[in-house]
Nanobody, 126 residues
Framework: QVQLEESGGGLVQAGGSLRLSCAASGRTASSHAMGWFRQAPGKEREFVVGIRLIGGRTDYADSVKGRFTISRDNAKNTLYLQMNSLQPEDTAVYYC???????????????????WGQGTQVTVSS
């Protein structure tokens, strides 16, 4: 089992920045991939960015490339999402996810993850 807890969401003006954190506990040493997803009201959950924990390979959704950066602190078992140049369309609940399943690729679909955090709200005002 892996427990995930997100933090760092909030209200920010367009063009601003936020950094989300995802603290992991449990079988973190067995985790093979982690990622961030988001879900806006009335929309499906969508992939934002993923990372393979072995090797550090990343994959970003086109909509956030160049603006968002995923990183991790292994000593703290924490995953981060630095979000810059935020726009109103980035408004959503952001979820952290993890999987113990081995994969040679970055996991970009929600069904590929086994564990999810409770989500943190990000609201960008225009």
């Amino acid at each position: 089992q892996v427990q995930l807890e997100e933090s760092g969401g909030g209200l920010v003006q367009a063009g601003g920045s936020l950094r989300l954190s995802c603290a992991a506990s449990g079988r973190t040493a067995s985790s093979h991939a982690m990622g961030w997803f988001r879900q806006a009201p009335g929309k499906e959950r969508e992939f934002v960015v993923g990372i393979r924990l072995i090797g550090g390979r990343t994959d970003y959704a086109d909509s956030v490339k160049g603006r968002f950066t995923i990183s991790r602190d292994n000593a703290k078992n924490t995953l981060y999402l630095q979000m810059n140049s935020l726009q109103p369309e980035d408004t959503a609940v952001y979820y952290c996810a993890a999987t113990l399943k081995r994969s040679t690729m970055v996991v970009t679909v929600a069904g590929g993850y086994d564990y999810w955090g409770q989500g943190t709200q990000v609201t960008v005002s225009s």
